[in-house]
């Protein structure tokens, strides 16, 4: 194995590492899903700016609604509380359960004062809302790599070096290699996830129809565009459905729970046969690497566990081992 090669290896490997290690696993992410958006859409435009002036208006509808339904979320919390916890009381009182609380303000009170006795409560926000825009900033890193990865590479000079073979130019056409290796690993997962996307899609409509959940059509758009993130978009989705769930009482809502509960579990058999069959693993290697993922790098290493499965298994399919003799007359019978 030449050493560009080996850097190469080197690279991806550190990238992969250092992102656990430095909890950079979300800006990672970020930086997959923006760059397989611009390549899809680049498959249906064939123009390069046609494709990034649409992934920047889809992320902006994106983040436009994201701040809509949070700033909804807030105002309608209030009223929510106030249907719901009478209800709450009811049927704790009949089961002779004590509450603390017994409308929305009291509510609030005692949450501030559970989190007031486990550390302080503004260092508690103030911690939130850093991590929040450290996120946020580090996204907007991920999508601006991506973007440019998209329209140049890793040397997009190298017409105008003096020596053409130099060792940098080989050593990021190698890097570039390995890493285009791994989106398509990405890329191969994320087929898989659109087809679970879809099941738990149809699963969740079927009880929103059911019940009659308000604004049942919303809720299924945003269902199966949060299910194409996994684990973490199916717990936002679900959040969003109990919530509207509460503004019409709390049996609905508790019911939601319970439904979306059941479906969150097996999501985990569920990625794991797709996903596994797709990438052409066994379920239990797929488990083994998804419960690796969350212990490592939480919620992105339950996303890039099939991931990195997937691209070693593709690695070591090109490296052929030569047979023992042994093995030769074993294989010969």
């Known amino acids: 194995m030449i050493t560009p090669t080996r850097v190469s290896y080197a690279v991806l490997a550190a990238t992969i590492i250092l992102a656990g290690f430095l909890h950079l696993g979300s800006p990672l992410l970020v930086l997959l899903f923006s760059y397989f ?84 409560y503004l260092r508690n926000v103030a911690n939130v809302a850093k991590a929040t825009t450290t996120n946020l900033v580090f996204s907007i890193l991920g999508i601006v790599a991506a973007t440019s990865l998209f329209f140049t590479g890793l040397d997009p000079y190298r017409s105008t070096h003096r020596l053409k073979n130099n060792l940098y130019s080989i050593c990021c056409e190698q890097v570039s290699r390995r890493f285009r290796d791994f989106y398509r690993s990405f890329a191969t997962v994320m087929g898989a996830q659109i087809t679970i996307s879809l099941i738990n899609t149809a699963l969740t409509a079927v009880f929103l129809m059911v ?79 998804l419960i690796l993922g969350e212990r490592l790098m939480g919620i992105p290493g339950l996303i890039l566990a099939p991931v990195v499965l997937n691209y070693l298994r593709v690695e070591m399919l090109t490296v052929e081992v030569p047979a023992r003799h042994e093995e030769v007359e074993l294989l010969n019978r």
């Not at 249906?44 to 700016?49: H, I, M, S």
């Not at 436009?64 to 709450?88: E, H, Q």
């Not at 019409?248 to 596994?276: D, M, P, R, T, W």
């Open 37 to 120: 958006a611009l390549r899809q859409l680049y498959f249906f435009t064939r123009r390069k700016w046609l494709a990034l002036a649409l992934f920047i208006l889809a992320v902006t509808g994106i983040a436009a609604a994201g701040v809509y339904f949070t700033r909804a979320a807030i105002l309608a919390l209030p009223d929510v509380a106030d249907t719901s916890i009478p209800s709450a009381s009811a049927w704790a009182q009949k089961r002779q359960i004590d509450l603390p609380f017994s409308d929305f303000e009291s509510l609030r009170q005692v949450v501030i004062g559970t989190l007031g006795e486990e550390a302080n």
């Open 211 to 289: 019940v009659h959940m308000p604004h049942a059509g919303l809720l299924i758009g945003v269902t199966f565009l949060c299910g194409l993130v996994p684990i973490v978009g199916n717990l936002l989705s679900n959040t969003i459905i109990v919530f509207v769930g509460l503004t019409v009482s709390l049996k609905l809502a508790i019911s939601a729970l319970v439904f979306l509960i059941v479906i969150h579990k097996l999501e985990y058999l569920l990625n794991s046969k797709i996903i596994g069959d797709r990438i052409r693993n066994p379920v239990w290697l797929t488990l083994i690497a």
